[in-house]
């Protein structure tokens, strides 16, 4: 999934089948904790993974992301869908975490990396975006939405945002 810790702690990651058959697999990365105004986050990213595919592009996207106080209270949550078209995901979602700190504070960074493929012979479409965290109101959340990396990008992630 793609998961850079840049906190000083490794991402720790977990593996556990959920489909009857056998061929989605449920992956679990978390990371941090990230120090914010005195306070730890930890972030999760909630992925699928295709087993047993003989073609490795498009096999793994993250699902969802969820960032949490020390005290395991979300502060946000974002479900991303998907969908298994011909053995392989339709979209293949990756996201780096770090921390980012400037004149008015630290927060966290989400880079998200989205491949698609535009048809079975050609090669992968990518488009970037990233999304930075603060604190509001005493509160860890998000500073607007994500941000488009390039051109063409816009409105490439949908999902659903809940905030805990």
């Avoid at 489909?19 to 972030?43: C, H, K, L, W």
């Avoid at 502060?75 to 004149?103: M, N, T, W």
Wanted: overall charge negative; cysteine-free; proline content about 4%.
């Amino acid at each position: 999934m793609g998961v850079q810790s840049l906190s000083g702690q490794p991402a720790t990651l977990q593996h556990r089948i959920t489909s009857a058959g056998g061929r989605v697999e449920d992956i679990e990365q978390r990371t941090g904790p990230f120090a914010i105004a005195g306070q730890n986050y930890t972030v999760v990213l909630h992925g699928k993974h295709l087993v047993n595919v003989s073609d490795p592009t498009l096999v793994q996207t993250v699902a969802g992301v969820e960032i949490s106080d020390a005290a395991g209270n979300v502060s946000y949550r974002k479900i991303f869908p998907y969908a298994i078209e011909q053995d392989r995901f339709q979209r293949s979602l990756s996201a780096f975490v770090q921390l980012a700190s400037g004149k008015t504070g630290a927060g966290l960074l989400i880079h998200y990396r989205e491949q698609m493929a535009v048809s079975q012979t050609s090669a992968l479409q990518t488009s970037e975006s990233w999304q930075l965290f603060g604190l509001v109101n005493g509160k860890l959340a998000p500073l607007g939405k994500p941000v488009p990396i390039g051109e063409g990008v816009a409105g490439a992630l949908h999902g659903d945002d809940e905030s805990g």
